[in-house]
């Protein structure tokens, strides 16, 4: 089964090239997505209550498999520098391959029990890729073809597109799986090709150049990771992920820092956000992808793992110190940012730094809840992106102030964006309870760096609430109540509506089955790895709460929207309503233009006096974090 699930999206995108964009291209990109849907779905039932390890079985030629994959992908890299004359990714692919051809010798004489794990993290993973990446790629149907319409410049290469998207969706089910490392570093190096050629996708300046930084801070990690394997295999003689966490801290220490590395740069923690702000240029659907279901949930994925080795260590609290950081100074600048993306990406990323902390402490509460940050996350970050790409093409900006209104103009998306903006931050939605539960395993801890924990983790859930606030409230306004409804929806493809709509249904669903997902899924991952937890008594009025809420929101906006005559009235300025005209009489009598804007800070939070200083200290807690261990 684990076999079926990696190789089918790898031959199912090897089958999409053929077809040119049409009916049958369409007809198989949706088979394929239903295929590949139903496996993880199989899979997820298929192990039952216990989640045990699996065995060591091996992939065909597997040892063969992994150095060819690994040196190919290596001569890509080189080839994509030197025709692009980059040398940073050129130097860093060649160390790369160097390690690589060095280490063989070496990591190959080990030998693995247990090659893969099937435990609830893995299976939440693999829900996640099958069904939110599913949707994302079916989305990408309808929004490609109206991405073309309009940016007619750029070469149609959606052959292409769909096939690496389903190639990025078979390495990760191999990555989330692995136990053996390094089939885990053979996959994580796909993720890496395939993000570097979907960020790169529109062939223009811009994407090259950010498709360039993401493969140069990526094969940056890449090589922590291959010399944390060679470092493993040579001085603990194993390769298995679960052994990591017996290990000694003097045996374990150095290749478990590199390996954290490599896991703060996939999940573009400071230092290596930039890699994923710049990575917004790609088109939308590859933007969901990165964020909800592969790429950044890869590096969180294996934080998570390597939390028993880093768990009490000093290690540990300066991954949770990264992270804590990343958490706050993101949220920060994400209230000064206008486009609609970079907020996304700025959020994200301070979303993952949450879970980035509750891998370095490692507790069993903190586990439990960066579990569920994973879920809740990649569903309702999943619907705004989507969302986003959307009324983008509808409205012909990314800029969140060309949103207002959109409850108006397109009723029908402001409506699903809604509910992903509520599954972010409004209580008790299911990212609110994983934030309260961090802040409770904190405050019952006693470690010298909980004090300053809580302080970010206050400071950067109030700016939370600020700048998803402000964009709810966008949504929701407009100074013309007489635009007729669904003026911009017109064009919405089917493809785009469906994915929508079923993603939202999917946040309903996993918000409203949050205490069977514990029970079922979440608590025997913990009982698997000998960390028991015990929920919450008011788990189910907790669900009950949110299955209120869930509902009772997007109702609201609902009998808003179709009663608008009553629900709207026109903006109210210089003592008098405006009519039609939208007109009001501003300082000296001068006719003035309804507007309505919100505030950004950007003197206060802007990215370009925030991001220098986050660079800064987290570059100096890395060198912290590897020159402790080597020392």
């Known amino acids: 089964m684990i076999q079926l699930l990696i190789f089918a999206p790898f031959l199912l995108g090897l089958l999409l090239l053929i077809p040119k964009p049409g009916l049958l291209a369409s007809a198989l990109v949706v088979g394929s997505v239903l295929l590949q849907a139903g496996l993880a779905i199989a899979f997820a039932v298929g192990p039952g209550s216990g989640f045990l390890p699996v065995g060591s079985f091996e992939l065909p030629f597997q040892e063969y498999l992994i150095l060819a994959v690994e040196l190919l992908l290596v001569v890509y890299f080189v080839i994509a520098a030197v025709r692009s004359r980059r040398l940073l990714p050129l130097v860093l692919a060649l160390v790369q391959g160097a390690i690589t051809i060095a280490g063989e010798g070496i990591t190959s004489k080990v030998e693995?029990?247990?090659s893969w794990t099937v435990d609830g993290l893995a299976v939440l993973m693999v829900?996640?890729?099958?069904?939110?990446?599913?949707?994302?790629?079916?989305?990408?149907?309808?929004?490609?073809?109206?991405?073309?319409?309009?940016?007619?410049?750029?070469?149609?290469?959606?052959?292409?597109?769909?096939?690496?998207?389903?190639?990025?969706?078979?390495?990760?089910?191999?990555?989330?799986?692995?136990?053996?490392?390094?089939?885990?570093?053979?996959?994580?190096?796909?993720?890496?090709?395939?993000?570097?050629v979907l960020i790169g996708y529109s062939k223009d300046k811009v994407s090259e150049k950010s498709a360039f930084l993401a493969l140069s801070l990526n094969l940056v990690g890449g090589i922590a990771f291959a010399i944390g394997n060679l470092l493993l295999a040579s001085t603990a003689g194993t390769l298995e992920l679960s052994a990591l966490g017996g290990l000694g801290a003097g045996v374990a220490a150095i290749p478990v820092a590199c390996i954290a590395l490599a896991g703060l740069v996939k999940s573009a923690q400071l230092p290596f956000t930039p890699w994923l702000l710049g990575a917004m240029v790609a088109p939308t659907p590859v933007s969901a992808l990165l964020h909800s279901s592969t790429m950044v949930k890869a590096g969180v994925f294996l934080l998570l793992r390597l939390s028993p080795a880093l768990a009490g260590r000093l290690t540990g609290d300066l991954v949770a110190l990264v992270g804590i950081l990343t958490f706050l100074l993101c949220a920060f600048m994400a209230v000064a940012q206008r486009n609609s993306k970079r907020v996304l990406a700025l959020s994200t990323v301070s979303n993952l730094g949450l879970i980035v902390v509750c891998a370095g402490i490692g507790t069993p509460q903190l586990l439990w809840a960066g579990f569920f940050l994973i879920l809740f996350h990649a569903v309702a970050k999943a619907l705004l992106f989507l969302g986003v790409g959307t009324a983008s093409l509808g409205t012909g900006s990314l800029d969140i102030e060309e949103m207002g209104g959109l409850i108006v103009t397109m009723p029908r998306l402001a409506l699903l964006m809604f509910i992903g903006i509520a599954g972010m931050f409004v209580a008790p939605f299911g990212m609110l309870i994983s934030k309260w539960t961090v802040m409770e395993a904190f405050i019952a801890g006693n470690s010298p760096i909980n004090p300053v924990i809580l302080a970010c983790l206050a400071w950067g859930s109030a700016t939370t609430v600020l700048f998803w606030t402000k964009w709810m409230g966008t949504l929701i306004r407009t100074a013309d109540p007489a635009a007729p409804t669904g003026l911009l929806e017109a064009g919405t493809s089917r493809s785009e509506g469906i994915a929508e709509g079923l993603l939202a249904f999917i946040a309903i669903v996993s918000f409203a089955a949050f205490p069977l997902a514990s029970s079922w899924i979440a608590e025997p991952w913990l009982r698997t790895a000998a960390l028991p937890f015990a929920p919450a008594a008011g788990n189910v009025a907790l669900a009950l709460a949110m299955v209120s809420l869930t509902v009772l929101l997007p109702a609201l906006l609902v009998v808003v929207s179709r009663s608008r005559t009553k629900a709207l009235s026109t903006a109210y300025m210089s003592g008098r309503s405006n009519g039609p005209g939208l007109l009001f009489k501003g300082s000296a009598g001068a006719e003035k233009a309804v507007a309505l804007r919100s505030v950004q800070l950007e003197g206060l939070f802007g990215e370009g006096k925030l991001l220098p200083i986050g660079i800064a200290l987290g570059t100096l807690l890395s060198i912290i974090m590897l020159g402790t261990v080597i020392v």
């Open 127 to 196: 829900l996640v890729i099958g069904i939110v990446g599913g949707l994302i790629v079916l989305y990408s149907l309808g929004y490609m073809r109206r991405f073309h319409e309009e940016h007619s410049r750029t070469p149609d290469r959606r052959s292409m597109f769909t096939a690496v998207f389903m190639i990025f969706l078979g390495a990760m089910y191999g990555l989330v799986l692995a136990n053996d490392l390094r089939l885990m570093l053979l996959f994580w190096e796909i993720t890496t090709w395939a993000s570097f």
């Open 112 to 114: 693995v029990a247990t």
